[in-house]
Nanobody
C-alpha cells in the first residue's frame, strides 16, 4: 500500500499565496510522476500540474506563470506553490503519485484525500 497525504490548503484573499504539500509513504520502490489535480462541485477533476521523476513539468494553461510545482525525491514529497490566487482557483486539490511497489515492482497510482483551497475576500 502507498499512502498519500496532502496539507496546506485554506482560505486566502484574491492575490494571495498558498503552498500545498503532498507526501507519499509506504511500500514504495520508485516514484515516477507526481501531480496536482483539482475539482469543484459538479465538475470533473482537472489536471493542474505534474512533474516527472527527472523534473519535467507541465501546467494547465490557467495556472501558467502563477503556480509552480516541485518535488523532493529524497522525501517522496511534491509541492505546489500558488501565487496570485484567483477566486476561480477555489477547489479541492488532490495529489496523485504513480510509480512501482517495492519487491513486486508492480505499478501503482495513489490519490490523497484532498485539501480545500478557497480564494475569497
Amino acid at each position: 500500500q502507498v499512502q498519500v497525504v496532502e496539507s496546506g490548503g485554506g482560505l486566502v484573499q484574491p492575490g494571495g499565496s498558498l503552498r500545498l504539500s503532498c507526501a507519499a509513504s509506504g511500500s514504495i520502490g520508485s516514484i515516477n510522476n507526481m501531480g496536482w489535480y483539482r475539482q469543484t462541485p459538479g465538475k470533473q477533476r482537472e489536471l493542474v500540474a505534474t512533474v516527472t521523476k527527472r523534473g519535467s513539468t507541465d501546467y494547465t494553461d490557467s495556472v501558467k506563470g502563477r503556480f509552480t510545482i516541485s518535488r523532493d525525491n529524497a522525501k517522496n514529497t511534491v509541492y505546489l506553490q500558488m501565487n496570485s490566487l484567483k477566486p476561480e482557483d477555489t477547489a479541492v486539490y488532490y495529489c496523485n503519485v504513480d510509480g512501482n511497489y517495492i519487491i513486486t515492482w508492480a505499478w501503482f497510482s495513489s490519490w490523497g484525500q484532498g485539501t480545500q483551497v478557497t480564494v475569497s475576500s
